[in-house]
């Protein structure tokens, strides 16, 4: 069953520790993206990969790093320096500029 | 910069009446249009794109370059239909899928 696999479902970290959510794709789609939902805000792009070893900032990129070391994989670090990471982190993925973004289910951090 | 915007956070109105989420953009380019919805306890998923002209699920959304519109429309409300819905916008330049999103506005569909 191909698709887009975020984990976990639910995180809680501690004010200053690092926290990396996954996200896993097997539809073979060379782009990945990671972005992150406020009420109120909709989503908004934190960083995006186009192909394996490479990727850049989205539009709130600050206190976020990724890696993209392998085609399907593509893990988000919040970092200590976000300075507001309480949020729900959607993962995408798609073939092509062409086809629509595929989403994972989420994972909801908070950071007390 | 492009910029989407849905002005209602919540629409509510009752099985069988028509429904009409409203989407506006600002973007000076040639911009592709999306809509996309969550269902409860489901993943963002795409519900139609304005490329494609065709209607999905009785939706359908007419894109509007003079009134810069793509709004989203339903003559007969399920209650099924109840959902976040998303607009969004995507630059036919760029060389890669970056979507800019609306704020969502949530359909409640009554009996």
């Known amino acids: 069953d191909g698709g887009i696999t975020q984990s976990p479902k639910y995180l809680f970290r501690k004010e200053g520790q690092n926290v990396t959510l996954s996200c896993e794709q097997n539809?073979?789609?060379?782009?990945m993206y990671w972005y992150r939902q406020d009420p109120g805000q909709g989503l908004r792009l934190i960083y995006y990969s186009q192909i394996v070893n490479d990727f850049q900032k989205g539009d709130i990129a600050e206190g976020y790093s990724v890696s993209r070391e392998k085609k399907e994989s593509f893990p988000l670090t919040v970092t200590s320096a976000q300075k507001n990471p309480t949020a729900f982190y959607l993962c995408?993925?798609?073939?092509?500029?062409?086809?629509?973004?595929?989403f994972g289910n989420g994972t909801r951090l908070t950071v007390t | 910069a492009q910029r989407v915007t849905q002005p209602e956070k919540l629409l509510s109105v009752f099985k069988g009446a028509p429904v009409e989420l409203k989407c506006n953009y600002s973007?000076?380019?040639?911009?592709?249009l999306f809509w996309y919805v969550q269902y409860s306890r489901q993943r963002l998923q795409l519900l139609l794109r304005h490329i494609s002209r065709e209607s999905i699920k009785g939706f359908t959304a007419d894109l509007n370059k003079g009134e810069t519109s793509f709004h989203l429309k339903k003559p007969f409300a399920q209650e099924e239909d109840s959902a976040m819905y998303y607009c969004a916008l995507r630059d036919l330049n760029t060389g890669f899928q970056k979507l800019v999103f609306g704020t969502g506005t949530r359909l409640l569909v009554s009996p």
């Open positions: 995408a993925s798609t073939i092509d500029r062409g086809t629509p973004l595929h």
């Open positions: 539809l073979n789609h060379d782009a």
């Open positions: 973007y000076s380019g040639s911009p592709e």
